[in-house]
């Protein structure tokens, strides 16, 4: 299907600039590079870059999908203030009814219920008295509600990943600009604390120029695949090759690389190994057989970008390892890595002798000692942690990252300011499913990453945070 509608052609590109990739070129004079159509923008519509709406004093939701992860959501918004919760809406009622206790334990009043049929949460969407429909359901039913809840003037925010196909992907941001609503995706790793602070450091040059980055979603989740509702995740995951999970590691990889801020992804390759984990589980659990699982264990992706600079990805959610992001970055003056230890490896400089001023020995071959890592997370703090780090500790989610996550979406929201994430990141940090699969399905061949905003990637120069002008 993807291919039908999207891979026109597989085309010679005879001339790749040397600097982009001297060795194919040289070898061969050229490579074949997939590419996918961009369809053209709508006469009369225009990019969503800085995108504002309104100030929305007090900002009504509406809540689609309570599963595992949608009543968390429920919590955290009973503690931002200037908030109210309108509408709870899940297939199944009595995760409805669940969901509501959440609001009784918070003193707070009941919420309108949509449930029973699979498109009550249409109505959820007609209200007129939300401004934000967040949804928390499987990925097949992202897309839909997204562009429904749109269309019917609401903002949106969409968990992780926001579209699996191409076509869904152009649908997402030709709809957000035409009805100028938000559409963010619920990347929550972006805010946690060494992520956060590591990205503050990056910029105040604490690192250079950064050359390449790393992410991953490894963890194995075979506790949680009976828990999904209707086997939805399982069955992705037999049907799909490539990279289906990859926003938590290219979230902070690509504001790192200020992606669409001054850079923008070019081409990418995708590698996995042969699929056992899957039909294992599925032998032991059914008995049954099955030969054509399609999502291979350990998924690799590898990106260029327009200024020369690299991102792996990884994808493992079968095998006994460690939890990991890895969340690694490569800059011409320092080292950064989360996963599973986390530091930094800087030159020595003025700059770090001031922060480290009892280390006569500093070298960038090692990891700096703990209280000097201790004293650059505290010099370098981001400002979001320093007003939200107590209070997200306490309200939790992921260790806080989550809290922020909405309660700066709030904000954003309440204050008429661009939101963190834009519907070009949901495009860039979930099309390595798409492309990937495109990728591995033709031999691992390069395939072309679409410029998302259409010409727009160069606009703002540098990724930052919007916050209230003092
Ligand atoms: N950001 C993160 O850290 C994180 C963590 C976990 C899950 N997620 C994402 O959250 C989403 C939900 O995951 P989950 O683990 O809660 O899955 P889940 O299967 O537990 O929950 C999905 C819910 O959607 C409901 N649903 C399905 N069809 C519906 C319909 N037509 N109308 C209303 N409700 C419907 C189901 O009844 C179910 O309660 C996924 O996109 C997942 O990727 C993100």
Redesign the pocket.
Known sequence: MIKKIFLVALIAVVAISCTQCPFTSKKSGGVKIIETVVPERPAGQKDVIGLTVDPIDTVRVGF???????PGAVKRWTFIPKTKIVAL????PE?VENAQKILTEAKLPKAAE??GT????KKLCERKDIDLVYI????K??VP?ALYAMEQGKNVSV???GAMNLKDIWALINTSERTRKHCMM????VYDFFELTTLNMAQHNVFGEILHVEGSYIHNLED?WD????N??MDYNKNFRADI?AT?GMGPACQLLDIHRGDKMNVLVAMDTKAVGGPAYIKKKTGKEVKDFQNGDHTMTIIRTENGKTIQIQHDVMNPRPYSRMYQLTGTDGFANKYPKQGYALRPSEELKKVAPDHENLSAHGFVPEDVKDALMKKYKHPIHVELEEMAKKVGG?GGM?FIMDYRLVYCLQNGLPLDMDVYDLAEWSCLAPLGQLSIKNGNAPVKVPDFTRGAWNKVKGYRHAFVKK
């Open positions: 689609i999908g309570l599963g595992m992860r949608g809406c899940d297939l199944r995760r949509y449930s699979p498109d009550a949460w928390v359901t499987d990925w039913h992202h509600m968990e992780v990943p619920l990347e929550n790793c949680f828990a999904y509702w209707n939805w995740r999970y938590h992921h989550d």
